[in-house]
């Protein structure tokens, strides 16, 4: 998971705490609830968080407790040892052949929801800003995060919930069952990390992600737009940028406005206005570094060959047909030019001719 996460641009966390690590902080948390009268033991052992004591229960998905209190003798199996259907556990006791770890009730293993709560306040504080995870934690999982936690210290847990949304394939949702699983490394096999980062950054994070060989494709195509123009300008220079990433983390609308400064860079450059082309091009690499975006080398990037066909060409073989057409076009031999053109592009190799020399990539 690191491995992926690396090779995607993603930043390493400054702590990845382990469960088993903080059963005591766990158990802590559990008793402080306990002592306030906002959790309660069972006679087999087992903690259970009153929802009722926690006026709040429901505000993050907007669930009211009473309305799911009318169904909830068709969808929940009521335990005996609970107060109220919708209570959950903290505190579990153990089971035959089950991880356990001695607690004031009885040798058990900690609830799934209250591991969260302990280590995310352990390492973050009482309070913290943003909290993401899928669409499916909302609840109960998230919901019940809030209740234990904020009863717990008297504070509010989070200031921000982030909830991303599913990855579909081929219009049906991942799944074993219905064969379209695969991993982020089938993918990579594919197509390059910073295609596939481009792609799922250009939807916002709580809409559906659909993943086709079709829509990665296209994403290539509009990440080669970047790329392309990034290579005619290479100064750069520090400014601050206004983008839509204050706007709920509109990372879609951050990729629309740097298409918009892409096309004031064409006119620039046109123009041959040297300060605005360079003004422009640093905003779009202070942007892209934002986003994570153009992290690999801009020529690397255009001459990688993931997921193309073999063609038996090294980049030493193609160098050296690109000089062989330099000296051709200096012989007056614009045949021989025009057919080494022909013969690399028939092969994968686009060529393009610049004021700085030929330059290459690999084609789509």
Request: charged content about 25%; aromatic content about 10%.
């Amino acid at each position: 998971m690191n491995d992926d996460a690396e090779n995607l641009g993603c930043l390493a966390p400054d702590e990845a705490p382990r469960a088993t690590n903080y059963i005591d902080q766990m158990q802590n948390m559990i008793g402080n609830l306990v002592n306030k009268g906002t959790a309660y033991p069972s006679a087999n052992g087992d903690v259970y968080f009153e929802v009722e004591k926690f006026e709040n229960y429901g505000r993050l998905s907007g669930r009211k407790l009473d309305d799911m209190q009318a169904g909830a003798s068709e969808r929940v199996d009521v335990e005996v040892e609970k107060k109220h259907p919708f209570d959950f556990v903290l505190w579990k006791h153990a089971k035959e052949n089950e991880p356990s770890w001695a607690s004031p009730w009885g040798n058990g293993r900690p609830g799934w929801h209250i591991e969260c709560s302990a280590m995310s306040t352990c390492c973050l504080g009482n309070h913290f800003d943003i909290h993401g995870g899928g669409s499916d934690l909302l609840f109960p999982h998230h919901e019940n995060e809030i209740a234990q936690s904020e009863a717990a210290t008297d504070e509010q847990y989070v200031n921000y919930w982030m909830h991303v949304g599913f990855i579909n394939v081929d219009g049906e949702k991942m799944s074993k069952s219905l064969g379209n699983f695969f991993t982020i490394r089938d993918v990579m096999e594919k197509f390059h990390p910073e295609v596939i980062r481009y792609f799922i950054v250009s939807s916002h994070y709580r809409s559906r992600v659909d993943f086709s060989d079709f829509a990665l494709k296209e994403a290539k195509l509009r990440f080669l737009v970047f790329i392309m123009h990034l290579k005619r300008i290479n100064k750069s220079m520090a400014i601050k940028p206004q983008t839509s990433m204050r706007d709920d983390f509109n990372t879609s609308e951050a990729i629309a406005v740097l298409f918009e400064i892409i096309k004031e860079l064409n006119r620039a450059v046109k123009e041959e206005n040297a300060a605005q082309s360079t003004l422009y091009y640093s905003t779009l690499r202070h942007l892209t570094n934002i986003l994570g975006l153009v992290q690999y080398n801009v020529d690397d990037f255009l001459k990688s060959d993931i997921g193309q066909e073999a063609l038996g060409l090294s980049e030493a073989d193609i160098e050296d047909f690109i000089q062989q057409r330099v000296d051709a076009k200096k012989n007056k031999d614009f045949a021989r030019a025009d057919e080494i053109r022909q013969s690399l592009l028939a092969q994968g190799v686009v060529l393009e001719d610049t004021r700085q020399g030929t330059i290459w990539r690999r084609a789509d």
